[in-house]
């Protein structure tokens, strides 16, 4: 059919219509290339990375949140003989040179439901040629085969201050960044960051933003629902301690519901429903006893709670009883919304479906 639309053309017509048709298979190409991950095998499985030209639509908080490149949890980069990446990262750096061969990747996880970056370097690795500078590395990628690679020599995990640093750094930069606390042990961080909470992969889970006063309810990776909330009467920053009618900011979980009408002197602005949340964690626990809010045995009494998937205890300076609950009548999302003594408030309209979508367990991420 082609050829045919040439033949009845005139030359000039010809050439354009050639022209065209590069350009149009160009651009078909270019979009593949962008838009499709690369896909190999391994002697494991079959692994992916995605073209460093692939865009990551981040425009706002709760989009950032939802990233594929948020890590679900760490793992150890050796198995076997292949060099494996420790979790899903993009890579920085690599260098092919023959004495200097290795490779770093950044990796984003949520501590507490904060994002927190860190950088994982290989050296005296021969690194895949097909791997280039900004792909996303997806999975167990192996980097290379390497049967000498020694993770005590060979391996770094660096912080985010000196993560973009040479691969090879010099024995003064190694003392002075060592000094700084900079680098990181491989061991005990794989031991607490084995499993983490992925947005992009997570069943169902809920995430507050104070500043957008909004709380979404996230499943499979998709945002199925947007409600208005309020806030505590102090609004800005994470709640310390007990009284300051802040509303914390971090991870929880959902560890107890329960059914109005409520009873006491604040029972009636509860609404319809509660919700407890895990407040104080076991982050908050730690920062109180450094503030010296609470003692050395409270702060072992928070986080053996919240390790064992219990109720933390209440009482204690940094406060609690902290969960998400209705209103007396229906407050306005018009005006003013900082109400309550540093819960998270839904209209009952809205709380009263949530309420039957959720389960003790659930996750809940708290951001400013």
């Known amino acids: ?12 017509t010809q050439k354009m219509h050639f022209l065209g048709a590069i350009f149009l298979i160009f651009m078909y190409s270019s979009y593949v290339i962008d838009s499709s991950p690369v896909s190999y095998v391994s002697k494991e499985k079959t692994e992916s990375l995605i073209s460093g030209n692939t865009k990551i ?32 990262g993009t890579v920085e750096h690599i260098s092919h040179h023959k004495d200097k061969k290795g490779i770093i990747i950044k990796h984003v996880y949520l501590e507490n439901g904060k994002a927190d970056t860190i950088f994982a370097v290989y050296k005296n690795v021969t690194i895949h040629s097909f791997i280039k500078i900004r792909d996303t590395l ?29 691969i090879f750094l010099s024995s003064k930069q190694v003392e002075e960044f060592s000094e700084l606390n900079y680098f990181l042990s491989i061991n005990p961080f794989v031991k ?10 997570s069943a169902k889970l809920l995430i507050a933003i104070k500043s957008s006063y909004k709380i979404y309810i996230i499943e499979k990776g998709q ?31 959902l560890t107890q519901k329960a059914k109005g009408p409520f009873s006491g002197s604040v029972g009636p602005y509860f609404g319809e429903r509660w919700i407890r949340l895990s407040y104080p964690n076991f982050y908050d626990a730690e920062m109180g006893y450094k503030r010296k809010l609470i003692s050395k045995s409270e702060k072992e009494k928070i986080q053996t709670a919240i390790l064992n998937n219990q109720m933390p205890p209440k ?8 969960g998400i ?42 951001s400013p």
């Not at 607490?192 to 992969?201: D, F, G």
């Not at 209705?326 to 709380?351: A, F, H």
């Open 1 to 12: 059919m082609f050829l045919l639309l040439i033949s009845k053309t005139s030359l000039l």
């Open 57 to 88: 639509k981040t425009s706002s908080k709760i989009e950032k949140y939802l990233s594929p490149l948020i890590s679900e949890g760490f793992h150890y980069p050796k198995q076997n003989n292949y060099i494996q990446t420790i979790s899903v």
């Open 138 to 166: 997806t999975g167990n990628i192996s980097l290379g085969e390497n049967s000498e690679f020694d993770v005590t020599k060979d391996f770094e995990l660096r912080k985010s201050k000196i993560g973009r640093e040479k």
């Open 192 to 201: 607490v960051h084995k499993k983490l909470t992925c947005p992009y992969k």
């Open 223 to 253: 945002i199925t629902a947007t409600l208005d909330i309020a806030l505590g009467q102090s609004p800005k920053g994470h709640k310390v301690k007990q009284g300051d009618n802040k509303t914390p900011e971090g991870e929880y979980k």
């Open 315 to 322: 009482n204690t300076n940094l406060g609690g009883g902290i």
């Open 325 to 366: 609950h209705g209103w007396y009548g229906e407050w306005d999302p018009k005006e003013n919304r900082d109400l309550t003594w540093g819960c998270i408030s839904i209209n009952n309209s809205d709380l009263v479906p949530l309420y039957d979508k959720l389960e003790v367990g659930d996750n809940i991420i708290i």
